[in-house]
């Protein structure tokens, strides 16, 4: 009984030194322009957490909080391109270990394993997360018709700013 009465309160005790920060206001912008058109979209709905003990980094975005500059971009985008309805949402899984994002990203439900540049800086309590790294859009099985594919970019260019708090 002494054992059971230990392990419970070295677990509780962990889970009360562990560092957890989290937010539900990060930024994830994309640019899959090229010279024929400027495809820029915007997403400030953006949950991000990241756990200091483990070095466990998670960010996901729900697919149609993306804001494009016109509208029927942002139809074509959800309803063609990254199907919304049946892959409502993108993410990653993985750690933060020396200046990188390390793990999995799942769009349009592709996974593929990931490396990303990224920064965690702490300031005044909280976690600024910053990356910036490319995406292969062929090899998340997004289909680009042919008449508009010179419109599009084989990568697009993924950014994401977080502001994580302690929680």
């Known amino acids: ?24 206001e990060a930024t994830l912008s994309f640019d899959a322009g090229s010279p024929l058109e400027d495809i820029y979209a915007i997403s400030e709905s953006v949950s991000a957490v990241y756990d200091a003990t483990s ?3 998670g960010v996901q975005v729900l697919m149609t909080s993306f804001q494009f500059k016109r509208a029927l ?20 899984t ?9 793990g999995q990203l799942t769009i349009h439900g592709q996974t593929k ?7 965690l800086l702490e300031t005044d309590g909280e976690l600024l997360l910053r990356t910036k790294f490319p995406v292969t859009i062929e090899d998340f099985g997004v289909n680009i018709p042919g008449a508009v594919s010179d419109k599009i970019a084989k990568e697009a260019k993924v950014t994401v700013r977080a502001t994580l708090k302690k929680r």
């Open 1 to 24: 009984m002494k054992k059971i009465l230990l392990l419970a309160f070295f677990i509780i005790t962990q889970q009360g030194i562990a560092q957890q920060y989290l937010t539900r």
């Open 94 to 102: 993985g750690t933060y270990e020396g200046g990188q994002a390390i």
């Open 55 to 57: 070095r466990m980094l």
């Open 113 to 119: 394993d990931i490396v990303a540049p990224c920064e």
């Open 73 to 92: 971009m942002q139809e074509h985008f959800n309803e063609n391109y990254v199907e919304s309805e049946k892959f409502p949402k993108a993410q990653f």
